[in-house]
């Protein structure tokens, strides 16, 4: 488990700290690191340093109500957030897709 | 003046900055020879010289340089045993773990698997993968990977219905082994695709075809004939993980796209990956336990770049405990993870791990 913390520590995004989990869907359609990341940031509408700036992502993410590792009541959480997420990135997310 | 490093097995121990340039330098010159590729350039090698001779616990990139990570394991590291999984054996449930691997650990995807972790066994639990890969979708934000192993060696006798091929060919039954190999390979792809099938049911996002060619030649075939008719019916999203940083050739004829797939080596691997439809490779270089980690770090970096400049799509190189230039220990040292994980990613320019 620790290693996979100290991977992330060294060189990964973060996740939901930050951009993480929307450049890593972005991959997943087969975007190298560069394309996807200037794919999200355009959709959300900020710079690529901006991607892993936890300060930042989280006004973003509170803003665009995309989720956060907050425990923010109220805030989309789960399914709610990837519905919006699929809207504001443009693609299909495939459980979004059976609820809708 | 003595640096502390590490050996491939984990063991820290002192040496010098000259024979840490001549450890990188031979690690280099390895992995060009075994994979006919170019060594690291010497600008190269002195930055990795640079971050290996960093005094600092831990290393790490600059922010704008970040990637994203997928895994094979995930959820299984908090409830999982220590055996299969590297699990340090909670007593919750997968969508408590996948819950706090996104929000408490930030990990980039979330991930669920059968602990025996191959496509068979798989099949016996299907309804079971499926109604707790519902709940992880319901509860979680970030992607959802499924991941399991072709694992051809699953098949055979007693635990399923293939003479084993290994003891035929030891018998001397050359021609009767490769004949069962290969009727095995398509066994195993339907199963690859009938469990994909089934969690495209419930919504998942990608499937991490996993250790890729670990029983050989025929696994890897497995794979990419899996990968190509899966993108067809479903257009899922799919993640293909080695085994190794060579496919050993069990059979040794098998061809995919008129190419011989034993022998291949990462950069080569990678374009078969692609024509099956491939979206995220994970390349595998293997850690030599009897070297140095600047030793084991600059083969893999080197065969990783070779792969990286030919690839098309995005490379998440295996980098947990014995791959990718981390130490073969069931805890490996902090220094030697993330000095590996900023030099993979700085020096062989990959797109997550």
Known sequence: ?100 | MAYKERMGDGRLVEMSKEEMIRDIEAGCNDAAERGKISALSEDAQERLLDIMISPERVASVEPENTVVFSTDNGCHSLYGNFSEAGGVGLPIHSVTANMLMERALGFDSVFYGWLDFCFKAAKAVITQHQQELESILMNTVSPCIYGAMPNLGGYYKPDGPFENVGDLMAEGKILEGMEVYERLVDHAKEDIVWVSEQLTRVGVDCINIDTTGAAGDGDFLSSLKACEELKKQTGLSIEMGMASEFVMGIHGGLEYDGNVLAGMYPHKQVKMAEKAGVDIFGPVVNTNTRQSTPWNIARAITFTKECSRVANIPLHPNMGMGVGGLPMAEMPPLDAVTKASKAMVELAGVDGI
Not at chain 1, 14 to 31: I, Q, S, W
Not at chain 1, 69 to 97: H, N, Q, S, T, Y
């Open chain 1, 1 to 100: 488990m620790g290693m996979a913390v100290a991977h992330g520590m060294a060189s990964g995004m973060n996740g939901m700290r930050t951009a993480g989990d929307l450049v890593m869907r972005m991959e997943m359609k087969g975007m190298k690191i560069k394309e996807a990341k200037e794919y999200v940031a355009g959709k959300l509408g900020v710079g690529v340093p901006e991607l892993s700036d936890e300060y930042r992502m989280k006004e973003v993410r509170e803003e665009l109500d995309i989720g956060t590792v907050m425990a923010v009541p109220g805030a989309a959480k789960g399914l709610r957030a990837k519905a919006r997420i699929a809207d504001i990135l443009g693609i299909e997310i495939p459980c979004v897709e059976k609820l809708r």
